[in-house]
Nanobody
Framework: QVQLAESGGRSVQAGDSLRLSCAAS????????VGWFRQAPGKEREFVAS????????YYADSVKGRFTISRDNAENTVYLQMDMLNAEDTAVYYC????????????????????WGQGTQVTVSS
């Protein structure tokens, strides 16, 4: 079992930047693909970005491409989501998730692809 804890969410102004962190409880996290999702009030949870266990593959939703960057520090068992040029549409609870497949080779973009979830961190962007 891998436990995930997100941090870094807060209220900001449009155009600001934030970096979210996802810290894992076990080093086995380093062999798992990780994704960030978000859920706004009244909306379904949506994919934001993912990164492979090997760090060689990243994938982004069109809505954040060019503004958000996912990265990971396997020495720290942590994945980051750098969010730049934030706008009001980015307001949501952000969740990180890890796949249960060790060293998976496929890109994972749906919630069903992931087995472990954090509790979420709120990001609010005021225009």
């Amino acid at each position: 079992q891998v436990q995930l804890a997100e941090s870094g969410g807060r209220s900001v102004q449009a155009g600001d930047s934030l970096r979210l962190s996802c810290a894992a409880s076990k080093s086995t996290f380093n062999n798992l693909s990780v994704g960030w999702f978000r859920q706004a009030p009244g909306k379904e949870r949506e994919f934001v970005a993912s990164i492979s266990w090997s760090v060689t593959r990243t994938y982004y939703a069109d809505s954040v491409k060019g503004r958000f960057t996912i990265s990971r520090d396997n020495a720290e068992n942590t994945v980051y989501l750098q969010m730049d040029m934030l706008n009001a549409e980015d307001t949501a609870v952000y969740y990180c998730a890890a796949s249960g497949q060790v060293k998976a080779t496929m890109t994972m973009v749906t919630p069903d692809d992931y087995d472990y979830w954090g509790q979420g961190t709120q990001v609010t962007v005021s225009s």
